[in-house]
């Protein structure tokens, strides 16, 4: 199968409504930020670590002769759902006239809106707020992820990816009060499927889809957060048979033991440049996945038990330019002889969100709906891959270039 890996959380603004103000102090970006904040007891000790959310505003212009205005309570109007919400404090420093942080009681409210003076009112960005919330792939949290491709070498091939998940059950563990460490465990049932069909069998033709228990346990390491996935599960494989009929069957049927987990401090660099830039998401960490199949059955023959280890990691430097790299090697027990027991593969992708090109191109809201859903969702690309992997194991170099877009 191929899965891009591309996880994008930006900033993004909605215009709500607009009316006539001046050049200077008006907002160009407004996100939802969460911190971990820690709790002291009398002898400064860290005890404990809560959540606290802020707004981080950004004007496309100011100056330290706007700072009274800035930092009067009094102009700025915030709402969640038409409710307005008090304002409890303001942070605005003269080094950085043009960022302003508001704090309040945002965490966890919906269709948030700020107003500056008599500005615009604009919709708030939360996406950056769920760091460790959501799940490595296209887009950061959602059910289906497609992609379309053409590759570069052929005259005339399209391919189509995919990748869903579906959580029949799910429950939602948070850690006990006081946990420095460990925040939340979520345990679900999952129906999870992902492929490769195309035109023509010079691609990976193949599909894997299992159904698997998985726990995902959410920790913190320093005031960074991330995740792991413990699974179990039954899956499926199939791969595309003679070109004549273009049907998949299935190749094998295996019992799947999985651990995945993010390497702490491996996405700090980027996380910093986005505080530097700005350009608000998620900065993904260097993410570790190992994948046990025990000795499966493919018609009646027994198919070789097998360890698939993968590695993932992306630098998401701006909107303009994602850097995307993968590596897969898989390791097959009592394998026949001549057959190649350790296969491995690799590919880098780089791509660019589609909402640096929304106000160029203003039919893009017809297709991929209103401009806040743009940013994060739909990306052009182009990726280089080259090797063997699960499912078919095909040797295959591709070169690449296609839309992808999430649900």
Known sequence: MKKVLLIIVSLTIQVIGQTAFSESLILKSVILVENLVPILDNNSEIISKKTEYNIHCEFQSADTSDSNKIKDAEN??????????????????KMKPKLVKLIGPFGGE?????????????????????VGKTKWGFGTGKAIDLNVKRLTTQTALWAFDYNFKINILENNLTAPKGNI???????????????????????????????ELIANPLYFVGRLEYGGELSFGYQLETKMNEAEDKLFDIINKQIKLGLETEIPFTNYPIF??????????????????????????DDGN????????????????????IVHGEWHVS???????????TPSYYSIAF???????????????????????????????????NGRKAPAFEDINEKSIGFATYF
Do not use: C
């Open 76 to 93: 700025w109007k915030i709402h969640a759902n038409g409710k307005p919400i008090k304002l409890e404090g303001i942070k605005w420093y």
């Open 110 to 130: 919906d269709k948030l809106t700020v107003a500056f003076l008599n500005g615009e009112t604009v919709l708030v960005d939360v996406n950056s707020a769920t």
């Open 181 to 211: 460490w460990f925040r939340s465990l979520s345990l679900s049932l999952s129906l999870i499927s992902n492929g490769t069909i195309a035109s023509d069998d010079k691609v990976r033709n193949g599909t894997q889809s299992s159904i």
């Open 272 to 297: 910093k440049l986005h505080t530097k830039v700005p350009y608000a998401r998620v900065a993904m960490p260097l993410t570790l996945s190992l994948n046990y199949l025990f000795e499966g059955d």
């Open 302 to 321: 027994d198919t070789p038990a097998r360890v698939d280890f993968k590695a993932r990691y992306e630098l998401a430097f701006s909107p303009y330019l």
């Open 331 to 341: 390791k097959f027990f009592d394998a026949p002889a001549g057959f190649d027991d």
């Open 351 to 385: 791509a660019q969100d589609l909402d640096v090109v929304k106000k160029t191109l203003g039919f893009l809201k017809f297709i991929l709906g209103p401009e806040e859903e743009i940013r994060g969702n739909n990306f052009i690309f182009f990726r280089i891959s």
